[in-house]
């Protein structure tokens, strides 16, 4: 399993899918509200698995042992999940979970906060906003904790509630929210009034990619495509490869290392690689979705609108340990074709862009031939 990881309330990763030989993780409740990139660590996989040993064999906690070898190495995307989150996992590659509705992250200074509602969620009926500081779940308080120890809190079965402790223009609410089992669409078509096709892609789960594909064939004939990458954070490396064979006729993707063994990604052979296309980008735009706005940016084949992304290139590959809980420790870097590697610097946009962004996207197609 092969991770190119972002957290949030909930989990989006760029990941291999366990069929392929690789990693299945995705989302548990919601995407990430990015924190600054810095460099990746890395943490032995020998010395978490012996540390998970001598904890169980103590009568302690694997996992936190596992967690605390971890956190000491600075693999700042090496996470430790249980057998139950890992399972949650499994789920969200297929776009469903449980959970309130929610999309968060952890800021610098560790807090807690709402970056967006799904509309018609438990959290959206019951008021939550974006902004909104999570200050405990269930009397636990988070500001400071791993995102995923949040992601832990928040999970549980659909219907049990869960009362959230939140800061909102500095004074303190209480709201109990019940979960529920949810779903997100992770691909959205629209046609605009001037013939260009919008295609929306929150993440790349599971049938991701055949539905870009797809969407890219119903589009009209001689008009441009906007593939709207922005706030993606990621998910399945392969569904984010069969997405930009929907541009490509094959060719390189994008490489891989790990552990200093290069790997590569190819594109299948059939896209479309006339139709003018814009790939809109922002600075949550990470991992895999970075995947593929640089290997469209290096093959020539799209220009990237909008603003830097967010610069998360490294690889996440999990051990199981031996009480049988997960951790995903990071092992290499991947690259662009031109051997661009994004880890911390991310993708500059060909046009910058920061309001009206898909209207400037469309301008730009307007000069590859196509719209008004």
Known sequence: MAFLTAVGVGAYTGCWDREEGAAAAAALSGAPAPEAPHESGTADREAVARAVAEAVAEG????????EVVSRSGDRWGTVYDQGEYAAFAEGLDGRWTGVGVWAGRAPDGVIKVDRVQPGSP??????RAGDRLLSVDGHAVTGLAVTDVVALL???????????LSRDGADLTETVRREQLRTEPVTVRQRPDGVTVIKVASFTRGSGERVKAAVRAAPTGEG???????NPGGLVTEAVTAASAFLDGGLVATYDVRGDQRVLYAAK??????PLVALVDGGTMSAAELVTGALQDRGRAVAVGSRTFGKGSVQMPTELPDGSVAELTVGTYRTPAGRSLDGDGITPDVAAGEAVEER????????????
């Open 60 to 67: 302690k906690s694997g996992k936190k042992a596992a967690q």
């Open 123 to 128: 959290a959206a009926r019951v008021g939550l």
């Open 155 to 165: 999970r549980g079965d659909a219907g049990t509630p869960v009362v959230l402790n």
């Open 225 to 231: 495509v906007v593939l709207d990458l922005r706030g």
């Open 270 to 275: 059939g896209g479309d690689t006339t139709r």
């Open 361 to 372: 996207a469309v301008t730009v197609l307007g000069g590859l031939g196509v719209g008004p």
